[in-house]
C-alpha cells in the first residue's frame, strides 16, 4: 500500500507544473512563432525565424560560450579556495562551528544589488584598493581594470559563490573518516598527492554538489556582469531581456533562452559526470 | 588549530566582510562624495534616511512580501518534504527533478517565462505574482533544509504514536513537528532572507508593488548617495539581527530539551518527551 502522506507533495507538485514547468513549455510554443511588428502582435504558427536568428548568428553562440565559461572559472576558483577553507573550518573546535557556518552564510544574506553596489566603492577610482595603492606609491594612477572590467566579474561571481562551495566540501568534509588521510600521510604520501588521491575522490559527492550550484547560480547571473562587468558585461540574459523587453520579440528571446538553458544542463551535467568520475580512483587503488 | 588554518579563516573572514565594512564606514563619512581619503565622522546619512519616505515605504514594501514568501515557503518545503521521505523510488526521483528546475533555471529565463504566461493570459503583475514566483523560487531550498532533518528522525517514534492510537494529525503535531521545529523556522528565515535580498524576480513579476531592492536598483543607475550606505547598513543589520535571533532560539531550545528529556536510546539521541 503507498504511504498516504506522499498525498503531501500536491500542493508542490501543482505550483511547480504551473509556474515553472507551464512557462518553460510556453518558451518552446512561443519560440516557433513569429511577431508582427506593424499591429505589435506576436502571431501564432509554426516557423523557424527565430531558431535560424538565434543558430545562425555567431553573437549568441559566443554568448551562451561566455555564460558556460563564466560558470566554469567561477567554479574552478571557487573549488580551489573552498577546500582550503573548508579544510580549516573542519579543524575548528567544536562549539565554534555553528559560529563559523553564521558567519560564513551572513554575506550571502545581503541582497545582490548591495554586494554590486559596494564592489564599486572597494573597486572604483576612488576606492580602498586604488586609494590604498596610491597611498603606498605603488601605482602613479589609479588602476582602471579593476572595476568595470571582466576581472570585476570574475572577483564578484567569486565572492557571491565562495560560501555556497565552501558549505558543500565542508560538510563531505565532516563525513570524511580522517584517518585515510593520516594513513596516506604516514604511508610518505607528502600533503598534496595525500589529497588528490584520498581526500578528493572521497568528497567528490560534495565537490559536484557544490559546482552545480555554483555553475547554475553564476551562469544565470546576470546583474553582476551587468552593473559590473562594462563593456565586456554582455551577456545571454542580457539579449534575452532585450528581445523579451526593448525589442518585443518574444519569439527570439524564446529560442535565445531555450539555447541558453539546454547548453548549461548539457554542461553542468557533463561537469557533474567529470567529477563524480573523480570518486572511482580510490576503488582502483585499493585493489 | 593550526597557524595555517588560523590564517586561512582570517583572510576568508576579511574578503567575505570587506565590501560590507566598505558601506559601514562610508555610512558615517562627513562627505557626498563617496571617495578615499574620509573626510570625517557624521550621522547625517542616518538622519537624512529617517526623513526618506522612498527608502521607508520600499522596506515596507519588503517586509510585508518577504513574510509570505517565508510562510509559505516553509510550509509547502514541509509537506515536499514529507512527501519526499514517504515518497517511492519512482516518484522521489520526479519530485526531486521538479524541485530542481527552479534551482536550476536561471531566474532571468524563468521570471520572464513566467511574464509571458500571464500576459498571454491577460493577468496582471503585483504583489501576488511577485510572492509567488519568489516562493517558487525559495521552495528547493526550503524543502532541502526541513528534509535534511526529517531523515535523520527515529521513525519508531511516529510509528509507537500510531500504535497507541493517534490520528495522523495528532502524531504529527505531538511527535514529528516538535522535532522538526527549528528546521522548520530556519527554512522561514531563509525564505525571508532570500525574498530581501531579491532583484532580479521582482524586476520582471513586481508590477506597480516597489520593494526596497527596486527603488535600490533605479537609483543605483543614476547617482549613488551616501544615504543609501545608511540604508544599507540599516537593512545589514536587521537581517543579521534575524540570523542572530534564530540561532540564539535554536540554541535555548536545544538546551530546554536536553535539560528535561531524560529519555535516552541506545543511539544516543535525545527523545521528545511526550505531552
Known amino acids: 500500500m503507498p504511504d ?77 579556495a573552498g577546500y582550503p577553507l573548508a579544510l580549516s573550518l573542519l579543524r575548528l573546535p567544536k562549539r565554534w562551528k555553528s559560529v563559523a557556518l553564521v558567519v560564513l552564510l551572513t554575506p550571502l544574506y545581503t541582497g545582490e544589488i548591495v554586494r554590486i553596489y559596494a564592489w564599486r566603492l572597494v573597486l572604483g577610482t576612488d576606492g580602498l584598493v586604488n586609494s590604498l ?94 552593473f559590473l562587468g562594462g563593456p565586456s558585461g554582455a551577456t545571454a540574459l542580457a539579449s534575452i531581456d532585450n528581445f523579451f523587453g526593448t525589442a518585443f520579440d518574444w519569439p527570439t528571446a524564446s529560442a535565445l533562452a531555450l539555447t541558453l538553458l539546454l547548453t548549461l544542463i548539457v554542461a553542468a551535467a557533463l561537469l557533474a559526470a567529470g567529477i563524480l568520475r573523480l570518486g572511482g580512483r580510490p576503488a582502483r587503488v585499493a585493489r | 588549530m593550526s597557524r595555517r588554518s588560523l590564517a586561512v579563516l582570517t583572510a576568508a573572514v576579511a574578503f567575505l566582510y570587506l565590501p560590507i565594512a566598505i558601506l559601514a564606514v562610508f555610512s558615517f ?30 522596506f515596507v514594501t519588503s517586509f510585508l512580501v518577504a513574510q509570505p514568501v517565508g510562510i509559505l515557503g516553509a510550509g509547502l518545503g514541509l509537506t515536499a518534504a514529507m512527501a519526499l521521505i514517504a515518497a517511492g523510488r519512482r516518484l522521489r526521483i520526479m519530485l526531486t527533478a521538479l524541485l530542481l528546475v527552479p534551482f536550476l533555471v536561471p531566474k532571468t529565463v524563468l ?6 504566461v500571464l500576459s498571454r493570459l491577460g493577468l496582471g503583475r503585483g504583489a501576488a505574482t511577485l510572492i509567488l514566483a519568489q516562493v517558487i523560487v525559495v521552495i ?27 490520528s495522523p494529525w495528532i502524531c504529527f503535531r505531538r511527535i514529528t513537528f516538535p522535532q522538526i521545529k527549528p528546521a522548520v523556522m530556519a527554512a522561514y528565515s531563509m525564505g525571508v532572507i532570500l525574498s530581501l535580498a531579491d532583484l532580479t524576480i521582482g524586476l520582471y513579476l513586481a508590477g506597480r508593488t516597489q520593494p526596497l531592492s527596486l527603488i535600490v536598483a533605479s537609483q543605483f543607475r543614476r547617482e549613488l548617495s551616501p544615504d543609501l550606505n545608511a540604508m ?3 537593512v545589514l543589520v536587521l537581517t543579521a539581527l534575524i540570523v542572530v535571533l534564530t540561532e540564539v532560539y535554536q540554541r535555548r531550545r536545544d538546551a530546554r530539551r536536553r535539560g528535561r528529556a531524560p529519555v535516552r536510546q541506545a543511539t544516543g539521541e535525545t527523545l521528545e518527551r511526550p505531552a
Open chain 2, 111 to 116: 521570471s520572464i517565462a513566467q511574464t509571458m
Open chain 2, 140 to 166: 528547493p531550498f526550503t524543502t532541502a533544509i526541513i528534509a535534511s532533518v526529517l531523515i535523520r528522525l527515529d521513525p519508531r517514534l511516529a510509528e509507537a504514536a500510531r500504535d497507541l492510537g493517534a
Open chain 2, 232 to 234: 544599507q547598513v540599516a
Open chain 1, 4 to 80: 498516504s502522506r506522499q498525498i503531501l507533495a500536491l500542493p508542490v507538485v501543482l505550483l511547480l507544473l504551473v509556474g515553472a514547468i507551464l512557462p518553460l513549455t510556453i518558451l518552446v510554443v512561443i519560440s516557433f512563432w513569429s511577431v508582427d511588428f506593424d499591429a505589435f502582435e506576436l502571431v501564432p504558427g509554426f516557423g523557424l525565424a527565430s531558431w535560424r536568428e538565434i543558430l545562425g548568428n555567431p553573437t549568441y553562440p559566443y554568448l551562451i560560450g561566455k555564460a558556460v565559461l563564466t560558470g566554469g572559472v567561477t567554479t574552478s576558483l571557487t573549488a580551489l
Open chain 2, 29 to 58: 563619512n562627513a562627505s557626498r562624495l563617496m571617495a578615499f581619503p574620509l573626510s570625517g565622522f557624521t550621522l547625517d546619512w542616518y538622519r537624512s534616511l529617517a526623513g526618506n519616505t522612498n527608502f521607508q515605504n520600499g
Open chain 1, 133 to 226: 595603492l596610491m597611498g603606498l606609491h605603488l601605482v602613479d594612477a589609479p588602476l582602471k581594470f579593476l572595476l568595470f572590467s571582466p576581472f570585476t566579474t570574475a572577483l564578484a561571481l567569486f565572492y557571491d559563490e565562495l560560501p555556497f562551495m565552501t558549505l558543500a566540501l565542508w560538510i563531505a568534509l565532516e563525513r570524511l573518516d580522517m584517518r585515510l588521510v593520516e594513513a596516506a600521510r604516514d604511508l610518505g604520501a607528502r600533503p598534496l598527492p595525500a589529497f588528490i588521491r584520498v581526500t578528493l575522490p572521497l568528497t567528490s559527492t560534495g565537490l559536484c554538489a557544490g559546482a552545480l550550484a555554483v555553475f547554475a547560480l553564476s551562469a544565470g547571473d546576470m546583474q553582476t556582469p551587468n
